[in-house]
């Protein structure tokens, strides 16, 4: 049996730190999330809740 997914919301951020958006992902936890929102790309940075919840704060590595 699998488990329940709970639903995660993604806050991507600009190069400013100003949020340009708010998304959700279904998971079955924090890891898988963290997974999800990666394969996604995001922004700058992009921080992923579980209700009052901070899971992880993600950074995208910017190319030299």
Known sequence: MS???NTYKIYRYDAASMNVSADSVE???HEEAIA?????GFGSK???WDGR???ATLNAERAA
């Open 53 to 55: 919840d901070l899971v």
């Open 36 to 40: 999800l929102v990666e394969a996604m």
């Open 3 to 5: 488990q329940p997914k």
């Open 27 to 29: 998971a079955s936890n």
């Open 46 to 48: 992009c921080e992923i």
